[in-house]
């Protein structure tokens, strides 16, 4: 990979100061990027400022509450007195933020405020920033969806459903826009540490079942996301319109299988018998070893 992938761009990147959000923020910094930071914990935002910034990267934070239409106002306005718009829009921003649990216990102040958190920034930081990449004639959107608005998600009906709305936006409005140059995409995520999960921090007992409930044998580091919204935002990617990228270390392709130290089940509830100790393990009946 080449150095300076994105030198000469300008990168906004929401909810910059999450776990992902921050390592997209270092790592467009080192390959050259203005890095714009929008997030609401002035906190956090300074610290990856503070990193891109030792990197002689040249950052801009915005705290605002990008689920209102003034935060995002106050985010693109500060975007265009520091670089005249943006070349690249990660919309990275997103969580469960209303109740957790049945449906029928959930309100509709709990639905909007899902609905503000995941899907309408998306549109609202989309329809700011997109006119300057038209005009430019190049530009890259990466919106963050999630592996929980493909597969179902119990408990969550109301956040995946924005999810895949997230999703379904990015593939129309990607053959819209594509011919100007701008090429929309998305990527969804799942057992990557980040805040939001405490960065996966399990008691031993549990955490060394990742092997269990993750193909590829261990959670994801945010830069490990990083890199793929790398690959979609920079001119790495000149091919892939309205797709989106599953970065979850196999677990939606595993389709509900799980591996145990002598075979795959479909049939979680026997990872309890999983042992790391081959001896007793034998000592399982053979349907559970």
Same mark, same amino acid.
């Given at each position: 990979?080449?150095?300076?992938? =994105?030198?000469?761009?300008?990168?906004?990147?929401?909810?910059?100061?999450?776990?992902? $959000?921050?390592?997209?923020?270092?790592?467009?910094?080192?390959?050259?990027?203005?890095? @714009?930071?929008?997030?609401?914990?002035?906190?956090?935002?300074?610290?990856?400022?503070?990193? @891109?910034?030792?990197?002689?990267?040249?950052? #801009?934070? #915005? #705290?605002?509450? =990008?689920?209102?239409?003034? $935060?995002?106002?106050?985010?693109?306005?500060?975007?265009?007195?520091?670089?005249?718009?943006?070349?690249?829009?990660?919309?990275?921003?997103?969580?469960?933020?209303?109740?957790? $649990?049945? /449906?029928?216990?959930?309100?509709?102040?709990?639905?909007?405020?899902?609905?503000?958190?995941? %899907?309408?920034?998306?549109?609202?930081?989309?329809?700011?920033?997109?006119?300057?990449?038209?005009?430019?004639? &190049?530009?890259?959107?990466?919106?963050?969806?999630?592996?929980?608005?493909?597969?179902?998600?119990?408990?969550?009906?109301?956040?995946?459903?924005?999810?895949?709305?997230?999703?379904?936006?990015?593939?129309?409005?990607?053959?819209? #826009?594509?011919? /100007?140059?701008?090429?929309?995409?998305? *990527?969804? !995520?799942?057992?990557?540490?980040?805040?939001?999960?405490?960065?996966?921090? %399990?008691?031993?007992?549990?955490?060394?079942?990742?092997?269990?409930?993750?193909? =590829? +044998?261990?959670? $994801?580091?945010?830069?490990? !996301?990083?890199?793929?919204?790398?690959?979609?935002?920079?001119?790495?990617?000149? &091919?892939?319109? +309205?797709?989106?990228? @599953?970065?979850?270390?196999?677990?939606?392709?595993?389709?509900?299988?799980?591996?145990?130290?002598?075979?795959?089940?479909?049939?979680?509830?026997?990872?309890?018998?999983?042992?790391?100790?081959?001896?007793?393990?034998?000592?399982?009946?053979?349907? *559970?070893?």
């Amino acid at each position: 990979m080449e150095a300076g992938l =994105l030198r000469g761009k300008t990168a906004v990147i929401t909810g910059g100061a999450g776990g992902i $959000g921050g390592a997209v923020c270092d790592l467009f910094a080192g390959e050259g990027a203005n890095i @714009v930071i929008g997030d609401i914990d002035a906190g956090r935002a300074r610290e990856v400022a503070e990193r @891109v910034r030792a990197k002689n990267g040249t950052a #801009v934070v #915005v #705290v605002a509450d =990008l689920t209102k239409k003034a $935060g995002i106002a106050k985010l693109f306005n500060a975007t265009r007195r520091g670089f005249g718009g943006a070349d690249i829009l990660i919309n990275g921003l997103g969580k469960s933020a209303g109740r957790i $649990g049945r /449906f029928e216990d959930q309100t509709e102040a709990d639905w909007q405020a899902d609905y503000e958190m995941n %899907l309408l920034h998306v549109f609202r930081a989309t329809h700011a920033f997109l006119p300057t990449m038209k005009e430019r004639g &190049w530009g890259r959107i990466v919106n963050f969806s999630s592996v929980e608005g493909i597969r179902s998600a119990p408990s969550f009906a109301v956040y995946s459903c924005f999810k895949r709305a997230v999703d379904g936006f990015t593939k129309s409005l990607a053959v819209d #826009v594509a011919r /100007f140059g701008v090429l929309v995409n998305s *990527v969804a !995520v799942d057992k990557t540490k980040t805040y939001q999960v405490g960065f996966y921090a %399990l008691p031993d007992e549990y955490a060394k079942l990742a092997n269990t409930w993750i193909p =590829l +044998g261990r959670y $994801g580091e945010p830069i490990d !996301v990083a890199k793929a919204v790398l690959f979609l935002a920079s001119d790495l990617n000149t &091919w892939v319109v +309205g797709h989106t990228l @599953v970065t979850d270390g196999g677990t939606l392709a595993a389709g509900g299988w799980f591996r145990t130290p002598k075979r795959w089940t479909n049939q979680p509830l026997l990872t309890q018998y999983i042992e790391q100790d081959p001896e007793l393990n034998e000592k399982r009946p053979p349907m *559970v070893q």
